[in-house]
């Protein structure tokens, strides 16, 4: 190599006299001086325009300051210039990620040549990025481009497996995990935990053999147990075997409960901040004739209901169904220029005390009109948005929102024996899950008082005890004329990725509730906290 020839970077030629400022930055990023580290990246990319990883590695500096703003401004801009390399489209679109940023992630996935890719580690490295933000044919596109590429890859046919899962496509689910677990060198226990969401009578005994066989190959305390106890408790409890799933139960959700400690109260100052918020001057700036879609907000605990009812909400021809995102989350954080790790804490309530959500609001709306497409109706079913309420309401005036109520043991139970990723710390501790409950609660009572009429409380055992009646109630409030063929939610098409990815296709079912009663001797705590909300049956036996 000749003293002119580029230093090759990510793909990109980055021209030898800016070797010294990348090298000078990525010392000042070590020493912990990250806003320093982004100015001297954007030296580089000022004077190299063209050098794209300059200004990636930049907007990543600025977040990990807590330059929200400025990094994301950045990060969009990046979007602007085709990536000369798929590892560092690959780059940005994590980046955008963090903004929420699916529209721009969907162009610029456009642009990396999935079909030209020969590497199929990043194949699946880009396929697991664009599954959360709901890009389902985009990723169809990617697993299969890495499937000619690696046909046996046992991490291909996971995700496949995954894909197929929230599809309701459940044979070619149950194929494709199955698969991917026999070829598998290591232990996959999120593929098995997938599999236990739908546990089958025939492969049961197996199925509870195989799970316990690979607790003995994981290492203790580990995300992997942690996985791999709440399956086998899911396997053991449709087996009737009611102390055995305790047990693993309990053990994964100690596991759990180590590896994401919960800070009780840091949520309840959390709860105090929103209840303190003193009342918005005025709603945000009217919206004229944007195009926007009607916008409907499903929110609730975890485990209430939330899913079927959007997928009852999706069934009409006029609603977009967009899932569960973090758009809004996102957008408040732009406006108070807050990098969080949390959906909402103390910190971030208090930089948006008494600021102006118009932009926050033109975010969110610019997202629904291009994620509904030519539809009029979009929802957003982020159930934890219910710490959210005030702020959705002083920036989208005309949002509506569906909230689901469910009986508070069937809802705490259900929360205590659910592998969630990273939203509900709170679940994995009886003492903490009536705790968080409690506040939902009065903080519900707190919107309602504060925003009469914006919120239909939707109970769900009212709801699958007389669907039609509910669901016509429902529509009503959301301004649509209620279609029977809404109340098919098995049917095909759309994706579901969430807690109920396992039984929210199987139809509308009234025999979910009471699952707590066969553990009763073991929710002692949960039933002392939540006290008077448990309800006249349920005292200890």
């Given amino acids: 190599?000749?003293?002119?020839?580029?230093?090759?970077?990510?793909?990109?030629?980055?021209?030898?006299?800016?070797?010294?400022?990348?090298?000078?930055?990525?010392?000042?990023?070590?020493?912990?001086?990250?806003?320093?580290?982004?100015?001297?990246?954007?030296?580089?990319?000022?004077?190299?325009?063209?050098?794209?990883?300059?200004?990636?590695?930049?907007?990543?500096?600025?977040?990990?300051?807590?330059?929200?703003?400025?990094?994301?401004?950045?990060?969009?801009?990046?979007?602007?210039?085709?990536?000369?390399?798929?590892?560092?489209?690959?780059?940005?679109?994590?980046?955008?990620?963090?903004?929420?940023?699916?529209?721009?992630?969907?162009?610029?996935?456009?642009?990396?040549?999935?079909?030209?890719?020969?590497?199929?580690?990043?194949?699946?490295?880009?396929?697991?990025?664009?599954?959360?933000?709901?890009?389902?044919?985009?990723?169809?596109?990617?697993l299969a481009r890495a499937a000619a590429i690696a046909p046996a890859a046992p991490q291909i046919d996971a995700l496949r497996g995954t894909l197929d899962m929230t599809a309701g496509r459940h044979e070619a689910a149950q194929t494709a995990l199955r698969g991917a677990i026999a070829r598998s060198r290591t232990e996959l226990p999120h593929a098995r935990w997938l599999l236990t969401l739908q546990p089958r009578p025939e492969t049961l005994d197996a199925d509870i053999d195989g799970i316990r066989a690979a607790l003995g190959r994981v290492r203790p305390g580990s995300e992997g147990e942690a996985y791999l106890q709440h399956g086998l408790h899911n396997l053991l409890h449709a087996a009737k075997d009611i102390e055995g799933a305790w047990r693993a139960l309990e053990r994964g959700c100690a596991v759990k409960r180590a590896l994401e400690p919960y800070d009780r109260d840091r949520s309840a100052r959390l709860f105090e901040a929103l209840t303190a918020l003193p009342a918005a001057a005025g709603p945000a700036a009217p919206v004229g004739d944007d195009g926007t879609p009607r916008l409907i907000f499903i929110v609730g605990m975890y485990r209430s209901g939330t899913s079927v009812v959007e997928r009852v909400l999706g069934g009409h021809p006029q609603v977009a169904d967009g899932g569960e995102s973090y758009v809004f989350p996102a957008v408040l954080r732009e406006v108070a220029d807050c990098n969080r790790p949390a959906l909402l804490d103390v910190e971030l309530v208090e930089r948006l005390a008494g600021?102006?959500?118009?932009?926050?609001?033109?975010?969110?709306?610019?997202?629904?009109?291009?994620?509904?497409?030519?539809?009029?109706?979009?929802?957003?079913?982020?159930?934890?948005?219910?710490?959210?309420?005030?702020?959705?309401?002083?920036?989208?005036?005309?949002?509506?929102?569906?909230?689901?109520?469910?009986?508070?043991?069937?809802?705490?139970?259900?929360?205590?024996?659910?592998?969630?990723?990273?939203?509900?710390?709170?679940?994995?501790?009886?003492?903490?899950?009536?705790?968080?409950?409690?506040?939902?609660?009065?903080?519900?009572?707190?919107?309602?008082?504060?925003?009469?009429?914006?919120?239909?409380?939707?109970?769900?055992?009212?709801?699958?005890?007389?669907?039609?009646?509910?669901?016509?109630?429902?529509?009503?409030?959301?301004?649509?004329?209620?279609?029977?063929?809404?109340?098919?939610?098995?049917?095909?098409?759309?994706?579901?990725?969430?807690?109920?990815?396992?039984?929210?296709?199987?139809?509308?079912?009234?025999?979910?509730?009471?699952?707590?009663?066969?553990?009763?001797?073991?929710?002692?705590p949960l039933i002392e906290a939540l006290g008077a909300l448990a309800g006249p049956d349920s005292p200890v036996a």
């Fill in 1 to 142: 190599m000749t003293a002119a020839a580029p230093i090759d970077v990510n793909g990109y030629g980055l021209r030898p006299e800016h070797a010294p400022g990348w090298q000078a930055a990525a010392a000042l990023a070590r020493r912990g001086d990250m806003v320093a580290a982004a100015e001297a990246m954007l030296a580089i990319a000022e004077a190299q325009p063209e050098f794209l990883p300059a200004r990636v590695q930049a907007a990543w500096f600025l977040l990990t300051a807590g330059r929200y703003r400025r990094a994301a401004a950045l990060a969009r801009e990046s979007a602007r210039q085709r990536p000369r390399s798929f590892e560092v489209g690959l780059h940005l679109v994590r980046l955008l990620r963090r903004f929420e940023a699916h529209a721009l992630i969907q162009s610029l996935v456009g642009q990396l040549e999935v079909s030209a890719c020969d590497d199929a580690s990043l194949l699946l490295q880009l396929a697991a990025e664009l599954g959360p933000v709901g890009l389902y044919d985009e990723v169809e596109a990617v």
């Fill in 355 to 524: 600021r102006d959500l118009g932009e926050a609001g033109r975010s969110f709306r610019a997202h629904a009109r291009w994620r509904a497409g030519d539809r009029g109706v979009f929802t957003e079913k982020l159930p934890s948005n219910f710490l959210n309420i005030g702020f959705i309401l002083q920036a989208l005036p005309d949002a509506r929102i569906v909230h689901m109520c469910r009986d508070p043991l069937d809802t705490c139970f259900s929360n205590l024996r659910t592998y969630f990723g990273h939203d509900a710390p709170y679940a994995c501790d009886q003492s903490d899950l009536a705790d968080y409950y409690r506040r939902y609660r009065a903080l519900m009572a707190h919107w309602h008082q504060r925003h009469p009429g914006r919120i239909l409380d939707v109970d769900y055992q009212a709801f699958v005890d007389a669907p039609a009646e509910q669901a016509a109630r429902l529509m009503a409030f959301c301004g649509l004329d209620f279609e029977p063929g809404m109340l098919d939610v098995g049917r095909e098409g759309g994706h579901t990725a969430t807690a109920s990815i396992g039984s929210v296709r199987q139809g509308i079912q009234r025999n979910r509730g009471g699952a707590w009663r066969a553990y009763r001797e073991h929710l002692g």
